[in-house]
């Protein structure tokens, strides 16, 4: 399949579509009237090559080639995937979808939206089993979760491709089994966004103490648990059963007014516009953006390290792309890691912090480990390696989302021992730092040094071999103090 996508609205929404699939390798192709939608798209892409490629423990793949076009059927022409990022008019989306079906009639279409239904979106189209509801978040580069919503027409084969698309680019789609307005979440923060309404209204809350309310405490929780996950825990030991016994009642209490909405008269939007100013407006919308973008890199990839909720979706992605790496030469150094310094890595200085070298040494150490076969298995069968001794140098500084790589060069290899030297360097070839270990094998069960296993000694050893001739590496031996 030919990776191009056509991106139909370059606003905030069809920026962030052009962000994901163009980083995740895909040319993309787009097409908006507005004069100033390059400079609007280079905007938010100047912020996902920011954030997204901290999401991953890997290189970002190269990035596709972007294009703008003077009309729909330029942009999706060779398109096999198209998303509709328009505005909210059923009129210009009918238009959009007709200029596509008649120069597309077999692509798959997704369309942004975040209230109108697939059937709806499909009126008088030539072709409507090819367009569905594909709703993202926002930002879009950041935030995996796609509501799917096919029309009656769509087959079964054409959402499951779109869905295939969607996940390749590291998003997760949930399909919503039937056609309703707005879908799933936008009902759900229709029903908070009418009680805040409410809460203002009646000076009851801020719109600075709502959101604090909410970041601080609930919002944290659904980041990784959801609404009924969080439920089922607040039930105790006798679960979900439990807490819908004690709290079912609730919900013939008259706490919400979710059946009322209060009217958004001048006096209301003035109100909740200059508490709104008050809370945010020191910050321009770039500013709030990659604030905002910095916080859910962090949180993320602490998710990713649970491997939990949208982390284990990162690492899903990563997972996939490792299982395409050629294998590892073993006769000249070998590369054990390449990737780009995320923005949790990087200190008040600017740069890349101390501890974050020893970090990508030992996932270094860790991958010559699985090379060797001292994988998962071996280790939950009960031998590893434990780090003895480490000697770090400190070369260049690196920044976020440099590009780098690790190489490493095996010293000596045989009975307990392993002694391994890292080379960090800069995409540029700039020599960042150098990590040398000594390790020992060790039985997990006595936690004392034992020989490895005769296939991961063999394979040790024959590295060793092989890199034996090589120069012995500078630094290499080094002690705290000595002169350059």
Same mark, same amino acid.
């Given at each position: ?330 006769? %000249? ?79 000596? %290899? ?68 000595? %002169?350059?």
């Amino acid at each position: 399949m030919t990776k191009t996508a056509a991106i139909i609205g370059g606003g905030v929404i069809g920026g962030g579509w052009a962000a994901r699939f163009l980083l995740n390798g895909w040319d993309v192709r787009v097409f908006d009237p507005d004069p100033k939608v390059k400079r609007k798209i280079d905007e938010v892409l100047a912020n996902a090559r920011h954030a997204l490629p901290s999401l991953s423990d890997r290189v970002m793949p190269r990035e596709g080639r972007l294009s703008y076009h003077d009309t729909i059927a330029e942009a999706v022409s060779g398109a096999s995937y198209i998303q509709e990022s328009v505005p909210e008019r059923l009129d210009i989306k009918h238009t959009t979808f007709a200029a596509i079906n008649a120069v597309a009639p077999n692509a798959i279409v997704g369309s942004s939206t975040s209230g109108f239904k697939p059937s709806q979106l499909a009126q008088g189209a030539k072709n409507a089993a090819q367009i569905m509801v594909c709703h993202p978040f926002n930002p879009v580069y950041l935030l995996p979760v796609i509501e799917m919503v096919p029309s009656p027409a769509t087959s079964e084969t054409t959402l499951n491709a779109a869905k295939e698309i969607l996940k390749s680019v590291g998003l997760k789609p949930i399909h919503v089994r039937r056609e309703i307005d707005a879908h799933v979440a936008d009902r759900l923060l229709e029903a908070v966004w009418r009680e805040a309404l409410w809460l203002i209204k009646d000076d009851i809350a801020t719109t600075e103490e709502i959101d604090d309310i909410i970041r601080y405490g609930f919002g944290l929780r659904w980041a990784q648990m959801g609404l009924f996950e969080t439920y089922r825990i607040a039930g105790g030991e006798a679960g979900m059963a439990h807490f819908m016994a004690q709290f079912g009642p609730a919900l013939a209490w008259p706490w919400t007014k979710l059946m009322d909405v209060p009217e958004l008269d001048d006096a209301l939007v003035k109100k909740i516009a200059d508490q709104s100013d008050a809370q945010s407006g020191m910050y321009s919308i770039r500013e709030l953006e990659r604030i905002r973008d910095t916080n859910l890199v962090k949180i993320l990839r602490g998710l990713k390290t649970q491997n939990w909720g949208a982390g284990a979706i990162l690492n899903n992605v990563d997972s996939a792309a490792k299982d395409t790496d050629p294998a590892p030469d073993l006769k %000249g150094l070998v590369r054990t890691m390449h990737r780009n310094v995320p923005l949790d890595w990087i200190d008040y200085n600017g740069h890349m912090t101390e501890s974050r070298y020893l970090h990508a040494f030992g996932d270094a150490t860790d991958r010559f480990m699985e090379i060797i076969g001292c994988d998962g298995e071996y280790i939950a069968s009960g031998g590893s390696y434990f780090t003895a001794e480490t000697h770090i140098r400190h070369l260049d500084e690196v920044h976020a989302g440099a590009e780098f790589t690790i190489d490493t060069q095996c010293l000596m %290899g045989g009975g307990k021992k392993m002694h391994i030297f890292h080379r960090m360097r800069h995409i540029d070839g700039r020599l960042l730092a150098t990590g040398e270990h000594m390790l020992l094998h060790v039985s997990l069960e006595t936690r004392q040094s034992c020989p490895p296993a005769p296939h991961i000694e063999a394979k040790l050893a024959e590295i060793a071999r092989n890199h034996a001739d090589m120069p012995m590496p500078e630094g290499a031996g080094r002690a705290i103090g000595q %002169g350059r």
